[in-house]
């Protein structure tokens, strides 16, 4: 070729798309295929790309979700028109609430005939309606602005505060032709997509001095701590400071739960009494009872004081006060307090120390008895203590959770070792993120996946364990079968023939769904059944389900948010 701005070959749509993902280190594609993107689907799997296919397009959703918080890329989801986009709507939303970037991908309808509203095949204005549901919505009607548009919607996930991002994809974009060099040319490589953000010096030295003055400090942790990645400078400033932390659920292992420094099992106690709080990536939203009240200590809270460490200044004082905010990237900010405190920086008081620590290892001595339980059938904890010790030896692996009571058992029981290695219901406290989010886990990492799971919150996503046979992934799921939902003993107060609303079919066997499909499956009534049954799943790496029969009057209402129950809420009162 001698004129390198024209070539004699052409470029389409379709391959415009895939060029700009890879171009940017996007390698991979969660979906559902159908008109107008099943095209895609092949070519992006011809092209060498991992196209996985799933059963619903709200798994895929998590599942790029998932592989968004744990790699800092977004993930992508790609769906079909009207129905398949609305499907994958909610994980888009979810991800937007959770702080994890990804893009969802919408083949859409003409736009002619959408605006004259015409009737076209699953004809309906998706940009419009995405828009107010995530981050960042865009739309490529021609084939030269396919590089901008992938462009701009990896920087709107990724950039400053991560999220969901919508990219509209109309059928007649994907057959569109041009000029193939001139099509290369139109391709953006991402520079920098998320930039570091440097924190102000002289709010470095506010938080500091705060700190320096505080007679009962405490670090929390919070997810966006684990997303950030700067695992390193994060324990070290814990460890310097000597200060105790407590980490959110998705921040489990950013530091060891083993850790001499940890404070969750004096949780309450740390809460209500500590006098300066670092937040480190963790919003004061309901999961923190929104910084005020009972849990921070009633009276209390008036005298308490915050650093906030957040890329998003908006989030300041969005519940209470925060006294010294501090706005950058956890790595920037954290590395600057860590520079700031010098070699000589004081440790906490000696007397909050042992207060806190001493509560902490009273109620770890509780919680040892209650596990060496061996009750007859498995109560919570009995069968997460099987998970424990196998987690323990096995701190690579990945833990997915949901549901009411397994969550919050899973979460004061299951020790984590090292950073996002928890993946959970998250913000929302959302059910149906079990297989998506183990899929991801899978592929993104090759590690053994653990998902944790209560009866009802697998069925959200149960299909998917097609998905995971089919593509030979390492995931142990391990349903925490109580019959129903919170428990299994609810009965129809007129004595019809319907069942309560919160009961399942009684003594079924989920294991048997993965056999179906190849997999393996094991029936566990005891700890030592459940233990076999972990142990070869983590040997073999094979794609397995353990139903593990968990006493059907084990759980409580709502696990432990019962107090959000409107009922239980009008009894207090
Ligand atoms: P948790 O549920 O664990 O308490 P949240 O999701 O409420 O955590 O809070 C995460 C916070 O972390 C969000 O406010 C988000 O803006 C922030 N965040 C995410 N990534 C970064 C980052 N790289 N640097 C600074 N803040 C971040
Ligand atoms: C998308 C409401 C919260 S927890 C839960 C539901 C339905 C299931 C609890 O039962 P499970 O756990 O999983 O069997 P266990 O151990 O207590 O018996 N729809 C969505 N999200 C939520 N959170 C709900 C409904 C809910
Ligand atoms: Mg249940």
């Known amino acids: 070729m001698t004129n390198d701005t024209q070539s004699t070959e052409t470029t389409d749509g379709f391959h415009l798309v895939i060029d700009a993902l890879k171009l940017n280190g996007i390698n991979t594609i969660y979906c559902v295929p159908g008109i107008p993107i099943t095209d895609l689907t092949r070519k992006a799997q011809a092209e060498g790309m991992r196209v996985i296919s799933f059963r619903h397009e709200q798994h895929a959703g998590n599942a790029a979700a998932g592989a968004g918080f744990l790699t800092q890329k977004p993930g992508i989801a790609l769906t079909v028109s009207a129905p398949g986009f609305l499907n994958g709507l909610t994980a888009l939303t979810n991800a937007t609430t959770n702080c994890f970037p990804m893009i969802l991908i919408s083949g859409s309808s003409e736009r002619e005939i959408v605006d004259l509203q015409q009737g076209d095949y699953e004809e309906m204005d998706q940009l419009a309606i995405a828009k107010p549901l995530c981050k960042a919505a865009f739309r490529v009607l021609h084939a030269q602005d396919i590089g901008v548009g992938i462009a701009r919607a990896i920087r709107a996930a990724v950039s400053g505060r991560p999220g969901g991002v919508y990219l509209d994809l109309p059928a007649k974009l994907f057959s569109q032709t041009m000029d193939a060099t001139a099509g290369k040319n139109s391709l953006i490589k991402v520079v920098d997509a998320a930039p570091r953000q440097l924190p102000a010096p002289d709010s470095v030295q506010r938080a500091l001095d705060l700190l320096k003055g505080a007679k009962r400090p405490l670090i929390l942790l919070g997810k966006g701590a684990a997303y950030a990645q700067a695992d390193a400078d994060i ?75 957040d890329i998003a ?28 405190m010098g070699a000589n920086w004081a440790k906490p008081p000696a007397e909050w120390l042992s207060a806190t620590y001493e509560r902490r290892d009273k109620n770890l001595v509780k919680m040892a008895a209650t596990l060496a339980l061996d009750p007859s059938p498995m109560n919570y904890q009995s069968a997460l203590n099987v998970i424990r010790n196998a987690v323990k030896a096995n701190p690579d692996a990945i833990v997915v959770n949901e549901g009411a009571n397994t969550l919050d058992f899973a979460r004061s029981i299951v020790d984590m070792y090292k950073p996002r290695k928890r993946l959970d219901v998250g913000t929302w406290g959302i059910m149906g993120i079990g297989m998506g989010f183990s899929v991801a886990a899978a592929v993104e990492t090759g590690n053994q996946v653990i998902a944790i799971e209560g009866d009802s919150a697998f069925g959200f996503s149960g299909m998917e364990i097609e998905t995971i046979c089919r593509y030979n992934l390492p995931v142990c799921v391990i349903v925490f079968n109580n019959n129903g939902i919170y428990r299994g003993i609810d009965v129809n107060p007129t004595g019809g023939p319907d069942v309560a609303p919160t009961v399942f079919v009684k003594n079924a066997r989920y294991d048997m769904m993965m056999q179906a499909f190849g997999g393996v499956g094991v029936n566990a009534a005891t700890p030592a059944e459940l233990q076999a049954g972990l142990e070869e799943a983590i040997r073999s790496g094979k794609p397995t389900l353990i139903n593990a029969v968990i006493d059907e009057t084990a759980g409580t209402e709502s696990g432990r948010i019962t107090s959000l129950n409107p009922q239980s809420a009008a009894k207090k009162k």
């Not at 923190?288 to 008036?302: C, Q």
């Not at 908006?314 to 519940?319: C, G, L, M, P």
């Open 235 to 309: 324990r070290a400033f814990v460890e310097k400071s000597g200060i105790p932390y407590l980490p959110m659920s998705m921040a489990k292992g950013l530091l060891p739960d083993t850790h001499e420094q940890s404070a969750s099992a004096a949780r309450s106690y740390v809460l209500a009494e500590a006098d300066v709080v670092v937040l480190i990536g963790a919003r004061l939203n309901w999961l923190l009872s929104h910084g005020k009240g009972k849990t921070w200590g009633g009276e209390n809270a008036a005298k308490r004081q915050f650093v906030q460490i």
């Open 313 to 340: 200044p908006t989030e300041i004082d969005s519940n209470v006060a925060i006294a010294a905010p501090l706005i950058g990237d956890i790595g920037s900010c954290v590395g600057a307090l860590l520079a700031g």
